[in-house]
């Protein structure tokens, strides 16, 4: 398993990680397999969706903010229950097919971490699993 720590900066923010999951599975030297990209944080998950139009990421972003509002009838003390929802709505694991040594994404497709809670330091598990 590898580990990348990225910062984030701001309170509500999705990062393409592309590049740090390619590196994780250029350092795992395998030709075909799966690559899964577990976040193990409680108010951050993972997704993938478009990466050509950054319009996009607002609108997710800002739906989900209309849906779960960060003020609300919340039982959770530590006032920060929008982001334990928001992130599991879109979950904390992805799955990724390695084709010839690459991240076989579709062509307008980026992996997001999605921060709700920030900014904090953030850790995303990976492993590459070749292909039997
Ligand atoms: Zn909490």
Not at 20 to 30: E, L, N, W
Not at 60 to 74: E, F, M, R, S
Not at 92 to 98: A, E, I
């Amino acid at each position: 398993m590898q580990e990348i720590t990225i910062r984030t900066q701001q309170h509500c923010q999705f990062i393409n990680i592309d590049a740090q999951v390619q590196s994780a599975v250029d350092a795992a030297r395998i030709q075909n397999g799966i690559c899964c990209i577990f976040v193990p944080h409680t108010t951050a998950g993972i997704t993938i969706n478009e990466n050509a139009d950054p319009d996009v990421v607002r609108d997710i972003i800002a739906t989900l903010d209309k849906l779960v509002p960060w003020h609300g009838n919340y039982a959770h003390t530590e006032g920060n229950s929008a982001a334990h929802v928001k992130a599991s709505m879109l979950g904390f694991c992805q799955t990724v097919l390695v084709r010839e040594g690459k991240l076989a994404l579709g062509t307008w497709q980026s992996i997001y971490f999605c921060e709700f809670d920030g900014p904090r330091t953030r850790k995303i598990w990976i492993t590459v699993i070749p292909a039997p």
